[in-house]
């Protein structure tokens, strides 16, 4: 599919077609679940959620890794594969490269979660750590193709990647008939080039929505002004959709089958991997997690009134540690989570008397341990830090008062106020 011209002649639906029979046999047809939660959150009139976090190696990535390398020639797969990648292509292209007998190495920025590598490694690929962000890992990646002769399989801006991220599109409307808008992440926009693309050749009717990090936003400027804009930085918790930029293939498809871009706030995304484990009891990583704090935000423009609305949840490769960490501040953002700091007598005794005053008030503890003392803090008590999170603001509000009662318990600082 080296072809130049518009974008239906760049990608079609018939390469998604065939795209999808050639990789049946080798990917899981991802649940879609419906979420009256998510719907009364966001206003729309239903919400289907695209579970692409449980396709195999955890991501979308398998589908268009392994459409494009089934189809290299002999000698491509005899020089080995290389490629760059935040994380999921990497595991994409490593679980492709181990069904087709294929050697696979993977250029990952420094940025990368552990988990990410350690599951490409499983799949019998080398990992180079390279480079402090993306764009780096991706130039010496090329350099190094070419020193080689490797096969070099780009992690977005190719026609049978497109082809093969599409393929969630037909799945997507068989699972969930005629939505009105389908909400997916852009990184390098190989994704939603795919999607769009079924979703625009079925219904041209059908609103196909961009999301991206507030800082990693290079999609709508582009599209906007005509050509690629690139950033000269990026910065968001979203490693999986922290490019830089587009290329020329996502570019000139994305311009004929995305209808807008909208931007979403790292707090915003935290709160919705947080809801995401809630209530749909599902574990998605930032960049998964994306389209959903774009429907769920008071911030964006989105008008989802009465819609039906299908979310691509498009990854759940997340360390459990970074896990934590967004949903306590998913919480935090949600008025559910507290962090106070105490004045203790008679430690360690009294810790035991907080803990079972946390948890006897419906709350559950999160954290409890000593503090670093400061100039302020009266030499005959302990420090202490305590974190919990509760139902809302005024449960939370009554259980710090109930610490505050206790005998030998001051709370000193609260994140509360």
Same mark, same amino acid.
């Given at each position: 599919?080296?072809?130049?011209?518009?974008?239906?002649?760049?990608?079609?639906?018939?390469?998604?077609?065939?795209?999808?029979?050639?990789?049946?046999?080798?990917?899981?047809?991802?649940?879609?679940?419906?979420?009256?939660?998510?719907?009364?959150?966001?206003?729309?009139?239903?919400?289907?959620?695209?579970?692409?976090?449980?396709?195999?190696?955890?991501?979308?990535?398998?589908?268009?890794?392994?459409?494009?390398?089934?189809?290299?020639?002999?000698?491509?797969?005899?020089?080995?594969?290389?490629?760059?990648?935040?994380?999921?292509?990497?595991?994409?292209?490593?679980?492709?490269?181990?069904?087709?007998?294929? !050697?696979?190495?993977?250029?990952?920025?420094?940025?990368?979660?552990?988990?990410?590598?350690?599951?490409?490694?499983?799949?019998?690929?080398?990992? &180079?750590?390279?480079?402090? &962000?993306?764009?780096?890992?991706?130039?010496?990646?090329?350099?190094?193709?070419?020193?080689?002769?490797?096969?070099?399989?780009?992690?977005?801006?190719?026609?049978a990647i497109v082809a093969g991220q599409g393929t969630i599109g037909p799945e997507l409307l068989e699972q969930y008939p005629d939505p009105d808008t389908v909400l997916v992440a852009i990184g390098g926009g190989g994704l939603i080039s795919g999607i769009g693309t079924v979703l625009k050749a079925r219904d041209p009717e059908i609103r196909v929505i961009g999301v991206q990090p507030e800082g990693?936003?290079?999609?709508?400027?582009?599209?906007?002004?005509?050509?690629?804009?690139?950033?000269?930085?990026?910065?968001?918790?979203?490693?999986?959709?922290?490019?830089?930029?587009?290329?020329?293939?996502?570019?000139?498809?994305?311009?004929?089958?995305?209808? !807008?871009?909208?931007?979403?706030?790292?707090?915003?995304?935290?709160?919705?991997?947080?809801?995401?484990?809630?209530?749909?009891?599902?574990?998605?990583?930032?960049?998964?997690?994306?389209?959903?704090?774009?429907?769920?935000?008071?911030?964006?423009?989105? !008008?989802?009134?009465?819609?039906?609305?299908?979310?691509?949840?498009?990854?759940?490769?997340?360390?459990?540690?970074?896990?934590?960490?967004?949903?306590?501040?998913?919480?935090?953002?949600?008025?559910?989570?507290?962090?106070?700091?105490?004045?203790?007598?008679?430690?360690?005794?009294?810790?035991?008397?907080?803990?079972?005053?946390?948890?006897?008030?419906?709350?559950?503890?999160?954290?409890?341990?000593?503090?670093?003392?400061?100039?302020?803090?009266?030499?005959?008590?302990?420090?202490?830090?305590?974190?919990?999170?509760?139902?809302?603001? !005024?449960?939370?509000?009554?259980?710090?008062?109930?610490?505050?009662?206790?005998?030998?318990?001051?709370?000193?600082?609260?994140?509360?106020?």
């Amino acid at each position: 599919m080296n072809r130049e011209g518009s974008a239906e002649e760049l990608v079609s639906l018939e390469d998604v077609e065939d795209a999808r029979e050639r990789i049946d046999d080798i990917v899981h047809r991802t649940p879609l679940d419906t979420s009256r939660t998510f719907a009364e959150l966001s206003g729309a009139a239903s919400v289907g959620l695209k579970l692409e976090n449980v396709q195999r190696t955890g991501s979308f990535k398998i589908r268009g890794a392994y459409n494009k390398m089934s189809q290299l020639s002999a000698a491509e797969r005899e020089a080995g594969v290389i490629s760059s990648s935040a994380g999921n292509h990497a595991q994409g292209v490593a679980l492709a490269g181990q069904l087709l007998d294929i !050697d696979t190495t993977i250029v990952v920025p420094a940025v990368t979660p552990a988990a990410k590598i350690e599951a490409t490694r499983g799949y019998g690929a080398e990992v &180079i750590v390279e480079g402090d &962000i993306y764009e780096r890992s991706y130039a010496y990646a090329l350099e190094r193709a070419d020193e080689t002769g490797e096969t070099f399989v780009h992690p977005f801006d190719d026609e049978a990647i497109v082809a093969g991220q599409g393929t969630i599109g037909p799945e997507l409307l068989e699972q969930y008939p005629d939505p009105d808008t389908v909400l997916v992440a852009i990184g390098g926009g190989g994704l939603i080039s795919g999607i769009g693309t079924v979703l625009k050749a079925r219904d041209p009717e059908i609103r196909v929505i961009g999301v991206q990090p507030e800082g990693a936003a290079h999609a709508k400027p582009s599209l906007e002004g005509g050509e690629i804009r690139e950033l000269e930085a990026v910065d968001t918790v979203a490693e999986g959709i922290a490019d830089t930029r587009m290329l020329e293939t996502t570019f000139e498809i994305a311009r004929e089958v995305v209808d !807008d871009v909208v931007t979403v706030s790292d707090t915003e995304i935290a709160t919705a991997v947080t809801l995401l484990a809630e209530r749909a009891k599902t574990v998605a990583e930032s960049a998964g997690a994306a389209p959903l704090a774009a429907a769920l935000s008071d911030e964006t423009d989105l !008008d989802l009134e009465g819609d039906r609305v299908g979310i691509v949840i498009s990854g759940g490769n997340v360390d459990l540690t970074e896990h934590a960490e967004l949903t306590r501040t998913g919480l935090h953002e949600l008025e559910r989570y507290v962090e106070a700091r105490l004045a203790v007598a008679g430690w360690p005794t009294t810790v035991g008397d907080v803990a079972e005053t946390v948890e006897s008030a419906g709350a559950e503890l999160d954290a409890l341990e000593r503090a670093r003392r400061t100039p302020v803090d009266e030499p005959n008590r302990v420090p202490v830090t305590v974190g919990f999170a509760g139902s809302g603001p !005024d449960h939370l509000a009554g259980v710090l008062e109930l610490l505050d009662g206790l005998e030998g318990v001051s709370v000193l600082e609260r994140s509360l106020d």
